[in-house]
């Protein structure tokens, strides 16, 4: 018990440092002072401020497979998947201009995924499509959403996702299920 408090007391610590500053200005030292520990005990958790980014990014990515409800729309999916992303604008573009963009890159591919598949999965219960192509359509939006998410950060963070993403499920309502239709009447090579 005592273990994971610790944990997530410098998990936080971090994410408020992270929205407060860039990565690369964010020590151990300055983790631990916050947190009231000493740095060897933050040494028993992580191996440095790069293993926390890691396991915080996995740990957001679990918390979305926890939460995905069947029931939900891809959009609704995603929308609830972002949370993390708007709750913390300014750590995410901290993450996204430092030399670990890549796990930054990595959680949005990662989420974009497992939405994609769950939703492409549950489309196609009624409708007779190969595994390859159920594949190769949830590989083509996740890597469709991570694309934009990637460049809604590079841009600034300036519109709301949520609008884009609803905007983005209205342009392309349907075309998951036709293509999902057309599989099971396209030749398999």
Do not use: H
């Not at 990565?23 to 300055?30: E, N, P």
């Not at 996995?58 to 949370?83: G, H, K, M, P």
């Not at 196609?124 to 460049?151: H, N, W």
Request: hydrophobic share 40%; glycine share 4%; proline share 2%.
């Amino acid at each position: 018990m005592a273990q994971q408090y610790t944990r997530k007391m410098i998990c936080e610590a971090f994410i408020k440092m992270l929205n407060e500053r860039p990565l690369s200005k964010i020590t151990v030292k300055d983790i631990a002072t916050a947190c009231g520990i000493n740095r060897n005990t933050f040494y028993y958790y992580y191996t440095d401020v790069y293993a926390l980014l890691s396991e915080l990014f996995q740990t957001e990515l679990q918390t979305v497979i926890d939460e995905y409800n069947d029931t939900l729309s891809w959009e609704e999916s995603f929308i609830l998947a972002a949370r993390f992303a708007l709750e913390n604008k300014r750590a995410i573009y901290n993450v996204y201009n430092s030399m670990k963009r890549e796990e930054l890159v990595n959680y949005i591919y990662n989420v974009s995924g497992n939405v994609m598949i769950r939703y492409v999965e549950k489309m196609s219960e009624s409708i007779p499509a190969s595994a390859e192509d159920k594949k190769l359509i949830a590989s083509f939006y996740q890597c469709a959403l991570t694309g934009m998410v990637l460049r809604w950060i590079s841009s600034g963070m300036k519109e709301e996702p949520e609008t884009i993403i609803r905007r983005i499920g209205q342009l392309f309502n349907g075309n998951i299920e036709l293509s999902l239709k057309r599989s099971d009447v396209l030749d398999v090579r």
